[in-house]
């Protein structure tokens, strides 16, 4: 696994071998992912929220690129020290791990979030429900965007917020735009 572009572009990132519950990005899809984000945020002014941390993969990315300030939230013990391990070799600045079970995390936050991310398990039974429970929540900035990564059986087109997909193969992204500026 590597950091794609930014500041610490082509660095490589080794996470444990055994990963049970995650499944990291493939680089083609997070080199997608980070060209619309690119071209349509400002990256540098971000305070963004990455759902299943996993390996901390696309937080890595955003911090490469210039995010202001970075939430992870990991549940796994393992996942969460190997998280907050990188990130203090990587220097990191601004860059939270919390670990908690997601949905626990949602129902709590009070903070709001110019950027989320949430990459889930693709089994997750409730994966259905983050996109309600983001809009419900007020957890976006106005003009905030929320993209929940998740396969073709999934579509979210009917949801609050939903703005647009992009789909790489079997990987999905649906963009939750709050509109409301």
């Known amino acids: 696994m590597r950091i794609i572009g930014g500041e610490l572009g082509g660095r490589k990132i080794n996470p444990p071998g055994k990963m049970p519950h995650t499944r990291p990005t493939t680089d083609i899809a997070k080199e997608g992912l980070f060209n619309i984000i690119e071209n349509n945020l400002d990256i540098t002014a971000l ?13 890595y990315e955003l911090k490469s690129r210039g995010a202001a300030a970075c939430t992870i939230v990991e549940k796994d013990p393992a996942m969460y020290e190997f998280i907050r391990k990188t990130a203090a070799s990587l220097h990191l600045e601004n860059f939270n791990v919390v670990k908690m ?5 949602i129902n709590q936050c009070t903070n709001k979030y110019n950027f989320i991310f949430a990459g889930p398990p693709y089994a997750l039974g409730t994966i259905d429900e983050l996109p ?7 957890l976006l900035q106005p003009g905030g965007w929320f993209v929940l990564e998740h396969t073709p059986r999934n579509n979210y ?11 790489y193969g079997t ?11």
Not at 47 to 59: A, Q, Y
Not at 132 to 138: G, P, S
Not at 171 to 181: C, D, W, Y
């Open 101 to 105: 079970d997601v949905f626990k995390f």
């Open 132 to 138: 309600r429970l983001i809009a419900e929540k007020q």
């Open 157 to 167: 087109e009917t949801y609050p917020l939903f703005a647009t997909s992009r789909n």
């Open 47 to 59: 305070h963004t929220l990455d759902l299943f941390g996993g390996t901390g993969s696309i937080s």
């Open 171 to 181: 990987t999905i992204f649906s963009i939750f735009v709050n509109k409301n500026l």
